[in-house]
């Protein structure tokens, strides 16, 4: 049976056009900083973002960490939403490896209210923990991939640099909110000290993502990123994906972006299933089960029997992500599928 897997697009798989720009990749020793494919990586990050220098490292939790890390000391607090990837998909790490600890504020579709992140920032007093950081998620996970509105970030920003308070970006898939947006990466990463890029998702390549700053930022994170384990010898083969998928994959987000849409509007149409399509902005529909009389875990188990996988996000919540494997037929046979299901929930 053929498998429709829609649980991510992490599943992407390098294409053999990737595969080739991998094998011919020039590579070096990276952490002597003489991987000639991972300085052309990122010498093409600070072009596009901006920023005075760029650090390729594993992945968008590494990333994440490693700039909480350079920008932090222990027993500093830092202000996230509260569905966001840092407080909750990151294993503690905040608190394991910098010392610091979260101040999660509830955001509508993913945005912090200026007034709330006012009201968050503690004040210089011995009793409390000092606000050093601010770190916004774009495009947002847990809130359907969800696009953070440009002039709420530059509002915060202000807020920012009033109380000298650090900037962080999360932009595991800032590539889906600027092709939805049309906004350029680099106008988005301006508001912050920091900023991920990751590859392997939509973009497609097998691993690693980047961060940027400022040149004494990345020194600090280079710091960090030796420390956590990261250098990576002759990553440049690495690189060669990243590099591949920049140059090819960024404008083929707008397939995932369509077809994500014709399912949610779909979907939102069945006896049982709600999808909030205001959330469907990109590549994630999330589609809530609460109407339909069982658990997001009982029937993303009766879809994948059927052979449509997704993931339980919740009890009551099932998340699908289009990605660069998912086809118009795999999109008309996942519809037909959950209409079949949907179905069958609504006679019982």
């Not at 770190?135 to 002039?151: F, V």
């Not at 040149?215 to 591949?244: T, V």
């Amino acid at each position: 049976m053929e498998i429709i897997d829609l649980r991510s697009d992490t599943l992407t798989k390098p294409t053999p056009e990737m595969r080739e720009a991998m094998a011919s990749a020039e590579v070096g020793d990276d952490v002597f900083g003489e991987d000639p494919t991972v300085n052309a990586l990122q010498e093409k990050i600070k072009d596009l973002t901006g920023k005075d220098a760029a650090l390729f490292v594993a992945s968008g939790t590494q990333a994440n960490q490693i700039s909480i890390n350079a920008h932090t000391q222990p027993g500093n607090e830092v202000i996230c939403e509260y569905r966001s990837h840092i407080f909750n998909y990151e294993a503690g790490a905040p608190a394991m490896l910098s010392g610091v600890q979260l101040h999660p504020i509830y955001g509508e579709y993913g945005v912090i209210k200026e007034d709330e992140i006012i009201e968050a920032i503690r004040k210089t007093d011995h009793h409390f923990p000092q606000t050093k950081l601010i770190a916004l998620e774009n495009t947002h996970n847990r809130w359907g991939g969800t696009i953070y509105p440009i002039e709420n970030i530059e509002k915060i920003s202000v807020i920012a640099a009033e109380y000298d308070i650090r900037m962080h970006l999360d932009g595991a898939r800032l590539w889906n909110a600027s092709v939805e947006s049309a906004i350029p990466i680099k106008t988005y990463a301006r508001y912050f000290d920091s900023v991920t890029l990751c590859f392997s998702k939509g973009l497609g390549a097998p691993v690693g993502s980047v961060i940027a700053g400022s040149e004494s930022f990345i020194d600090r994170a280079h710091y960090y990123r030796k420390a956590y384990g990261g250098g990576m010898r002759q990553a440049g083969i690495l690189a060669a994906a990243a590099i591949y998928a920049m140059e090819n994959n960024v404008e083929r987000l707008r397939e995932d972006h369509r077809r994500a849409r014709i399912l949610a509007e779909a979907v939102n149409e069945m006896s049982g299933f709600v999808v909030n399509l205001r959330t469907t902005q990109t590549n994630i529909v999330v589609i809530d089960t609460s109407l339909s009389g069982k658990t997001a875990p009982e029937l993303t188990d009766e879809m994948q029997k059927e052979g449509i996988k997704m993931i339980a996000f919740s009890p009551t919540r099932i998340r699908a992500v289009t990605h660069q494997h998912i086809t118009d037929n795999d999109i008309d046979k996942t519809i037909e599928i959950l209409k079949s299901i949907a179905s069958r929930r609504s006679h019982n």
